[in-house]
């Protein structure tokens, strides 16, 4: 295994220059018993003191040789643990400890009891005796490990042999390993070695897959397009716009495909089993299908917007007239709300202070959304059925939010022009949302009268 420098590591302690100065300064200083003797007065003798010999210790004769008392050895001093800082490289060679560690550049070595990590850059090539969870820019893996992995990356490499189970996720994934358990990844390109074996169940999923190892248990493949050149002991599924088998693929058992899934070419492959087509139910159909999609929209929207409606009745009568009134000032606010949501988020990020303030602004992006959606679905209905602009109970505004839910999963439902439309009201939506927002936080609270 490769054993990198550890010269990065090492550092000059504080503390021993401190030492070593008050060193130099205490043997630069006289001590009293240096200084000069109190002068005798003139004709006068002083008599030397005279100090009587010490008696010289009794000596018991020993036979044999005389062993010199051993000295004790003193133990090296051991340094503090450096905290590695953002942008510093990290080599670390594990002696059977929990790793913990983070920086720009990590390399791990040794054997490691357990390891967490996150980098820009990360190496791993080492023997760990339970779990790897790790995240970088650029992931290289080489290890035993005892029990899972998870790993996460632009472009990850892995390759030695995991005991349990594997997740991945990444722009570009190399697969070289030896799996007890089951494998699920997901990538932009999935390639999987030849020497790779997956003792359970594999699940991949990217744009492009290609798999050449040897799959023990179920495998299921979904993608634009899956190249199939490995063995699948226990039959193949495949969910793919282009499929093409291997003349080294063996497969035993069937071969089921999608029913948008083409037939593959005859290229040498073999199949034990039948090759079909898995049509799905109906219900299926209507769930995962447009129809199922606008009417879970239109369900989630109704939902955020009775609690929104809940908590704040004068905020979300205020966003409605805006709407009606102001649209094509909330459009353009809301153009401006997504331009600057993403440059702020970014900006804060390469602060390490900003970087909780960031990840909080990513997971309430959701949240802002569909609040910003249930504000579209209440400004439409308003527009459509309150013309005169009148004011509006609790029940009728529910009954907008209804309504305006519904409608905009109709018009999404237009072919060609549904998607452009419903995206339009969303910016409108949302730069509503941030105008009457951003008022409010401004506004001063009532002082009450004395």
Same mark, same amino acid.
């Given at each position: ?8 590591? %090492? ?27 109190? #002068? ?56 059977? +400890? ?6 720009? $550049? ?10 967490? !990590? ?8 080492? $023997? ?23 790993? *996460? ?18 722009? +570009? ?21 030849? !020497? !790779?074996?997956? +003792? ?17 248990? #179920? ?76 009417? /879970? ?7 955020? *917007?009775? /609690? /929104? ?110 998607? #452009? ?11 509503? /949302?941030? %105008? ?15």
């Amino acid at each position: 295994m490769r054993k990198p420098s550890l010269a990065a590591n %090492r550092h000059v302690r504080p503390t021993g220059l401190a030492v070593a100065a008050i060193l130099l300064l205490f043997l630069a200083i006289p001590s009293s018993a240096q200084q000069p003797p109190t #002068p005798t007065p003139p004709g006068q003798i002083t008599p030397a003191p005279v100090t009587p010999a010490p008696e010289p210790p009794a000596v018991t004769p020993t036979p044999g040789p005389v062993t010199p008392p051993a000295a004790t050895p003193t133990p090296p001093a051991t340094p503090e643990a450096a905290t590695p800082e953002a942008g510093s490289v990290v080599e670390h060679a594990a002696t059977g +400890e929990a790793v913990r560690l983070g920086g720009s $550049t990590v390399v791990i070595t040794g054997n490691a009891s357990s390891i967490w !990590t996150g980098a820009t850059n990360l190496t791993i090539d080492a $023997t760990v005796d339970n779990e790897v969870l790790a995240g970088a820019a650029v992931v290289d893996i080489d290890a035993e490990i005892g029990t899972n992995l998870r790993v *996460g990356g632009s472009q990850v490499d892995l390759s030695g042999r995991v005991g349990r189970d594997v997740w991945a996720g990444a722009a +570009e994934l190399t697969i070289d390993l030896v799996i007890g358990g089951d494998l699920w990844a997901g990538a932009a390109r999935i390639t999987v070695a030849p !020497t !790779t074996t997956i +003792e359970g169940s594999t699940y991949l999923g990217g744009a492009n897959v290609q798999f050449d190892g040897e799959a023990r248990g #179920p495998i299921a493949l979904g993608g634009e397009t899956v190249v199939f050149n490995g063995r699948a002991d226990a039959g193949l599924k495949v969910d793919a716009d282009n499929l093409i088998l291997g003349p080294n693929a063996v497969i035993t058992g069937d071969l089921v495909l999608s029913d948008d899934t083409p037939r593959p070419a005859e290229s040498g492959a073999t199949i034990t089993g039948q090759t079909t087509v898995e049509q799905p139910e109906w219900w299926q159909r209507i769930l995962f299908g447009p129809f199922g999609f606008a009417a /879970f929209t239109a369900g989630l929207t109704i939902v955020v *917007g009775l /609690f /929104f409606l809940l908590i704040g009745r004068g905020t979300v009568e205020e966003m409605a007239n805006a709407f009606r009134r102001r649209p094509v000032t909330g459009f353009l606010a809301g153009i401006l709300a997504l331009i600057l949501i993403p440059i702020v988020t970014v900006l804060v990020a390469v602060t390490v202070v900003g970087i909780p303030l960031a990840l909080a602004i990513v997971l309430l992006l959701p949240l802002f959304f569909v609040l910003s959606y249930a504000v579209t679905a209440i400004g439409l209905a308003d527009f459509i059925l309150n013309r005169s602009g009148g004011r509006r109970g609790v029940l009728v505004t529910l009954l907008f939010l209804i309504i305006g839910a519904i409608a905009l999963g109709l018009i999404a439902l237009i072919p060609l022009a549904g998607g #452009p439309i419903v995206g339009i009201l969303l910016v409108l939506g949302v730069g509503t /949302f941030v %105008r009457v927002l951003l008022r409010r936080l401004r506004r001063p609270e009532p002082v009450p009268a004395l």
